[in-house]
């Protein structure tokens, strides 16, 4: 495909800035659509592994300076970065309606963005992940599964030990995803509601996602989500409280016991 990409686009396997967002940082110190880099503060960026290094290494409030060739000219840039979300979104080519978030990103794919009629419909798919990372629920699965081993290499040294507590037990099964997700769908509303979208119609798409997917319909505590009936009420619960603490001038801040979520079920 480069060959094509580079006579359409004129985009090479440089590091090219595919587009500039209006009023961003970026916009404002002068970068524009196929600009070239190739130096981030002094480092040379040969590719995108590279800058994705250099960029992991940036502090958040550090000045950016972007050198780059534009029409044969070399021009240099200084950014001055304002806060914002942290989490690239990617887009994967599955035609399956899914999206996921492994810590570092969101992934959303093509199925998905086919399946969203809007664009308040595809915020919803990202709020949910973006409660994921939030959350950290790919740091807390990697200590489940950390632990999850550690009691089966017990098991294995101590024969006839004492049965696995309920805890380390569940780490092994499907129970803190479900506690994961319910979390995100949680978390999530208030994300929506931050960003001034109408986060009580989350319950509509979910459940036009499980028409889409009727065997979510059935109660399924063996897989990684719980039934759509639970969600829907989970999502509807929060979404009053939300509500509650508007009309009441509360902050708009989901309920949080030791970092985790305390979701509401009623």
Known sequence: ?????????????????????????????????????????????????????????????????????????????????????????????????????????????????????????????????????????????????????FSQVLDAIVPGAAPRTSISSSTSGSSYSQEFEAEADYVGSYILAAAGLPFDDAPRFWRRLAVANPSNIEPAYSGSHYSIPYRMLALEAAAREIRDKMENREPIEPNLKDGIAVVSRQ
């Open 1 to 149: 495909m480069s060959p094509a990409y580079e006579r359409l686009f004129g985009i090479t396997d440089k590091p090219t800035l595919l587009f500039v967002l209006e009023e961003s940082p970026a916009s404002t110190a002068g970068l524009q659509a196929r600009d070239v880099l190739t130096h981030v503060n002094d480092a040379a960026v040969p590719n995108m592994e590279r800058f994705a290094e250099i960029q992991k290494s940036l502090r958040p409030d550090q000045p950016i300076r972007a050198t780059v060739t534009r029409n044969g000219a070399t021009l240099v840039f200084e950014i001055a970065p304002e806060k914002a979300c942290g989490y690239p979104v990617a887009l994967s080519p599955d035609q399956v309606p899914n999206a996921f978030a492994d810590g570092e990103r969101i992934v959303v794919t093509r199925g998905m963005m086919a399946f969203a009629k809007s664009d308040f419909e595809l915020s919803l798919v990202l709020a949910h992940e973006l409660a994921h990372n939030a959350m950290h629920h790919m740091d807390a699965k990697k200590q489940n599964a950390v632990g999850y081993l």
